[in-house]
């Protein structure tokens, strides 16, 4: 059987999914929505790829090396919700209820581990990233794809290469490269101000990349926009640094086995118990059927 695996990017799912659906709570009164919605888009996407292996990553609460290169790296993000907290150790407990693996590492990143997980998986199979956001098309390539959610819950897309070429009018190995150019305001990460995504995407088309650009720059024969020129100039340092920043890390030291991510060998009754608890009725039945 032909091996596919998807790789769940936590909390971007989780915070996804409780904004996307009303809140919900069980008859104890404890927020439930997240984890449901989390749960729809899982199962949804494992019919949808045919996945036969599954992992999950999630951020932990340290600082990242990006902290220390960046002090004001995500400055601006808010607080996470109280009922999304106090859901988190749910999503964690369902997870282990199913026997999925819950790779963390403090220093790093979810995308780092997601990156890390994806080189050495698709030496052996098909890769899937589950996520809410789109931070790691970086690394589509022919055996990594991105799947994720359309406007709500219920819309999917699959990110090939094609689709990133299509969206963001440059190949998916020069994502970062656009990034480093138009920043991130979510992450907050700088940029170079002034530049938006379509400019940005023209340069990275005519120059490959940011060194190559600012290469060019260096010989003062660069044919462009004068405003242009001199944002590039000004922000040079600030450009390389974003670059550096929106960079996944691929050789994060974890012990992963792709044998161990493989999906089905569960207790279904102790999934059923937890899903009753949470009041996930409707759920239960296609536990049942897996």
């Given amino acids: 059987m032909e091996k596919k695996i998807i790789i769940i990017d936590g909390f971007s799912l989780l915070y996804r999914a409780f904004h996307a659906l009303p809140p919900l709570a069980n008859k104890n009164g404890q927020p439930t929505g997240a984890v449901y919605g989390f749960l729809l888009t899982l199962f949804r996407a494992i019919k949808d790829t045919k996945a036969n292996y599954v992992v999950a990553c999630f951020d932990t609460k340290k600082p990242t090396f990006r902290h220390v290169e960046f002090k004001d790296y995500k400055i601006h993000r808010p607080e996470m919700p109280q009922p999304m907290v106090s859901q988190i150790s749910i999503m964690k407990d369902v997870l282990e209820s199913f026997s999925i693996p819950i790779f963390q590492k403090e220093g790093f990143e979810a995308d780092d581990l997601i990156a890390t997980i994806s080189q050495i998986a698709k030496k052996e199979a098909d890769v899937y990233i589950v996520s809410g956001d789109l931070d790691n098309l970086q690394l589509v390539d ?149």
């Fill in 142 to 290: 022919e055996r990594v794809k991105v799947y994720t959610l359309g406007k709500g819950i219920k819309d999917s897309v699959i990110y090939d290469s094609s689709k990133v070429l299509e969206r963001f009018l440059v190949e998916p190995s020069k994502m970062n490269d656009l990034k480093a150019l138009t920043g991130d305001a979510s992450d907050n990460i700088p940029g170079v101000p002034g530049i938006g995504k379509k400019t940005a995407a023209e340069l990275i088309q005519k120059y490959g990349s940011v060194k190559n650009l600012y290469e060019e720059l260096l010989t003062d024969t660069a044919v462009l926009k004068p405003k242009i020129k001199e944002a590039l100039k000004q922000n040079k340092e600030s450009a390389f640094m974003s670059l550096s920043l929106v960079e996944t890390k691929k050789d994060v030291p974890i012990d992963f086995n792709l044998e161990n991510c493989k999906f089905g060998n569960f207790d279904k009754n102790k999934v059923k118990n937890i899903f009753t608890e949470l009041g996930f009725n409707s759920l239960i039945d296609r536990v049942l059927s897996i």
